[in-house]
């Protein structure tokens, strides 16, 4: 069954979520490739595949800015988010209007709006550089959900030259309300590349990201980190792939909860045969 409906030139990185009421949902890009801007949209399923309604649009608030790539998560009240990168700012304090973005729609269950294209934050990135995209989601037990991404030391009133790139952290109820501080998970001075997070069930939080290496090595490696389901740190940055020689590379990191508490990362690394 085809998803996307919408005139484009390429629809891209399409996510599944699983709607309260037995339906799911899959939202995606639109690469328009002309003098219109990339967007987003969402289609509904019913559970055996037949569509509920047409694809629609989620960046309603879009201006003239490139917004593309969307993580997703259902909460535990039933509804559900989609969270996107706008490469540049609406209405975020303390940011210039140049920086990236992190917007947001919250979705009832029959996939009526309940809140539409929201501020969730600044991002690493300016306008006609929509590098951004190190952001995910994850819902909590508690109802909200928490969201990683990238960010400059000055956009976190810092001026730490051997730090310039920071991994943070933010906390959200249901409502999309930001609770409690940004919270910083690891600095550097080179620019990491992406973020994922989970909740186990046994309710810690684990951010895996893609970073360069430490000093013995030369290529990106990822690593991790586990958290309190209120965000303090119950462990230090701990390295997740296995290099093969300091010339490999690993990335683009996925992380899932398991049954009992654990997780499973996976990632790409060149050492495990001629390709990737």
């Known amino acids: 069954m085809r998803v996307d409906t919408v005139a484009s030139n390429d629809a891209v990185l399409p996510e599944a979520i699983a709607d ?3 339906s799911f949902s899959v939202v995606f890009g639109v690469d328009r490739s002309t003098s219109l801007f990339d967007q987003i949209y969402r289609q509904q399923f019913t559970a055996a595949g037949a569509k509920i309604g047409g694809n ?42 140049d920086s990236n973005e992190l917007r947001g729609t919250l979705y009832q269950a029959d996939g009526t709006v309940l809140r539409g294209d929201f501020s969730l934050g600044w991002n690493i990135g300016t306008v006609g550089q929509n590098n951004g995209s190190g952001y995910d989601v994850a819902a909590l037990q508690t109802g909200g959900f928490v969201v990683t991404h990238l960010g400059y030391d000055h956009d976190l009133g810092l001026n730490t030259p051997d730090r310039s790139y920071y991994s943070l952290m933010r906390f959200f109820d249901a409502a999309g309300n930001q609770t409690g501080p940004i919270r910083q998970f690891f600095a550097s001075d080179d620019l990491p590349n992406l973020t994922r997070v ?26 991790g980190r586990v958290f309190s389901a209120t965000g303090t740190a119950l462990t230090g940055v701990f390295e997740i792939s296995v290099d093969a020689g300091s010339y490999d590379e690993q990335g683009s990191p996925e992380i899932a909860a398991l049954r009992g508490g654990g997780f499973a990362v996976t990632y790409t690394s060149e050492a495990i045969d001629n390709d990737d």
């Open 20 to 22: 309260a009421n037995g």
């Open 198 to 223: 989970v909740q186990l069930q046994t309710g810690q939080i684990v951010v895996v990201w893609s970073q360069d290496p430490t000093q013995a090595q030369i290529s990106d490696d990822v690593y």
């Open 56 to 97: 629609q649009l989620v960046n309603t608030n879009e201006g003239e800015f490139e917004q593309i790539y969307v993580r997703s998560t259902s909460l535990t009240n039933g509804t559900s988010l989609a969270l996107w990168n706008s490469e540049g700012s609406f209405e975020v304090s303390g940011s210039s209007l």
